[in-house]
């Protein structure tokens, strides 16, 4: 692996909590909280991929709404407008994991340039890095709206380059999600998963992380 | 909607029902069966969107392998090559939903051509139409592969067009999915959304079937 330069974050799932979802759904759907939670998730990401394969990419808020609106129907749930931009809203919000912002500093410390690249829309990425206090640590904010077309698109992760002023394997990728991952390593960016729960299997898509960390303070410690 | 010069059928989950391997994934890990078939067919459907999207296109049988190995590492099964290949040679002798058989004939004996086009590769497509005794009824089978992308790409649904010699919008396109009925859409296809089951909503991604049907028979019926 050559010397990484800069690092850039994936967002949701890796550096936010998108389960921190979950206590709001149970509240407004007693029973059903969990159910919602997933089930939105699924079909977010299905989204994405969904709209970037017609070639009909839409905003991420867009595609987290009509994820949500899905999930809600398909479990029979009767979902008003004031209870869709309830939980819409609540993304704006999510919960850090609470390895994220000690790993973050201590990259910081080290001089190594970080960024967020995200499926995430601009706004969507400003607000949840300022409500959980990261947003001064980043250099960049990156979204795949640049591209018009979402990960793992290597359209999407060769943002990076351009922003960070680096070649592809000069740019550490961070994910949790492994399918992210093996687009990033597809694209040939240096990769490294955390892998927060060791029960996880790697997505089988042809490509292996570069180096595997339980935690973002760990990420710190072997870079 | 113009007149339908011809019908081209989505396969797996339309003609073939991909849950008819729930009995042999119980009767291989007993207790997980059901989990292990849902869980299959998940990640099968996701690897062809993440592969399609990635550029890194691989052959339906492969893919629906490394979807069943992910799967089962992730239900902690621990399945030996023998049980691996038992699974996915079951994917060539699929059942036929009970609607399918009368309804293609009913349609032949209008004139109207039909095709097969889907994700499938010829040869697992050509061997469970030949297993259900239905392979006489199409005058082609289209696979995506000939396009090396998966749907919803509009580069598979153009296909149709070509082999069938018909414009787009004389082509009616029949599927349960929705998510593939939205695609077929998104390409200009003439689509009727198969839907069996009345409590599945369809998916928000844009765009609404022609024609919404319960089962093949019907769709003869009306067209």
């Known amino acids: 692996m050559k010397e990484i330069k800069a690092f850039a974050f994936d967002a949701y799932g890796t550096l936010f909590d998108v389960y921190s979802v979950t206590a709001l759904c149970e509240q407004l759907f007693p029973g059903k909280g969990i159910a919602l939670a997933r089930l939105w998730r699924t079909k977010q990401l299905q989204y994405t991929l969904l709209r970037s394969l ?61 960024a967020i690249l995200s499926n995430g829309s601009p706004g969507m990425l400003k607000a949840a890095a300022e409500h959980s206090g990261i947003v001064d640590l980043f250099d960049r904010i990156i979204s795949a709206g640049e591209a018009g ?18 070649k592809n394997d000069e740019l550490g990728f961070v994910s949790s999600n492994s399918w992210d991952i093996n687009g990033a390593a597809s694209a040939g960016l240096a990769t490294f998963w955390v892998q927060r729960s060791s029960s996880e299997p790697p997505e089988e898509l042809g490509f292996t992380a570069d180096r595997t960390v339980k935690t973002v303070e760990d990420l710190a410690q072997i870079t």
Chains 1, 2 share one sequence.
């Open 149 to 166: 077309v979402y990960k793992p698109s290597p359209r999407v992760y060769d943002l990076g380059r351009a922003a960070m002023n680096v």
């Open 54 to 114: 017609m070639g009909r990419y839409r905003d991420f808020g867009k595609v987290t709404e009509e994820g949500l609106l899905h999930a809600a129907k398909s479990l029979d749930l009767d979902i008003a407008p004031g209870k869709l931009t309830q939980l819409t809203e609540a993304y704006l919000r999510l919960e850090i994991f609470p390895d994220v912002k000690p790993g973050l500093i201590a990259l910081k410390k080290k001089g190594v340039r970080l």
